[in-house]
């Protein structure tokens, strides 16, 4: 069964450095699109990253990347200079076809920034 | 450019009463539709999807119960509430089923069953 896994339930980091967030994964699909979502306190989930397992190279967008080590089934989210903005819930997440296009959802990592 | 709204934004009602809550989506025709719970503190849990008009697939058995009268309007119901439905109702769409394909939320509901 698919199944996704946070094991940080809170994270601090200082503001201006860089904070990897962990997301271990499980999937017997070849096929599969993995998801970072960033929750702040009015609820909204907001898309970030997304990488595809039969992409290369990790995806990066602004401050954000993703480290995909495919062998190791993680897709780790990488925050570069961390704004005091950054302070959320942050959701990682998988679609495969076994999961019929529906999202799985780990259950998520708080990161606090500290000024 | 594609947006999906929710209503209402926050709700109390007691137990035993019905719920009505309601997305639309803007700009795309033809979405996958998604009806998702999340408790306090909790991840998300996949409730309802829907691939077409009046084509709804239940992820989770229990009281609620969606459907999508039309092709940009998706509706989660129950007929009577329990204290157990608390919780933060979120609605997404996604172009299509593909596991390329992100899924975009809005802004979400806050029930709380008294």
């Known amino acids: 069964a698919q199944k996704i896994t946070q094991t940080q339930p809170g994270m601090f980091v200082q503001e201006k450095e860089a904070v990897t967030l962990d997301c271990t994964y499980d999937t017997s699909d070849q096929s599969y699109g993995l998801f970072w979502y960033k929750q702040p306190s009015s609820g909204e989930m907001i898309f970030l990253i997304y990488q595809g397992s039969y992409d290369e190279q990790n995806a990066t967008e602004g401050r954000y990347s993703l480290n995909f080590q495919k062998a190791r089934k993680s897709a780790n989210l990488v925050i570069s200079a961390s704004q005091l903005g950054d302070s959320a819930m942050y959701f990682c997440?998988?679609?495969?076809?076994?999961?019929?296009?529906?999202?799985?959802f780990g259950k998520g990592t708080k990161l606090s920034v500290k000024p | 450019s594609q947006t999906i709204h929710q209503w209402p934004a926050t709700l109390v009602q007691p137990v035993g009463s019905p719920l009505s809550l309601e997305c639309t989506v803007e700009g795309t025709s033809n979405p996958n539709l998604y009806w998702y719970r999340q408790a306090a503190g909790r991840g998300l849990q996949l409730l309802f999807y829907?691939?077409?008009?009046?084509?709804i697939s239940s992820e989770v058995p229990q009281n609620l119960s969606a459907s999508r009268p039309q092709d940009r309007q998706f509706i989660l119901s129950s007929k009577k509430l329990l204290l157990s439905d608390s919780g933060f109702y979120l609605c997404?769409?996604?172009?299509?089923?593909?596991?390329?394909?992100?899924?975009?939320f809005g802004p979400g509901t806050r029930l709380t069953v008294l």
């Open positions: 829907s691939v077409g008009i009046g084509q």
């Open positions: 997404a769409w996604s172009v299509d089923s593909n596991t390329y394909n992100e899924q975009f």
């Open positions: 997440a998988m679609r495969d076809r076994g999961s019929q296009g529906n999202l799985i």
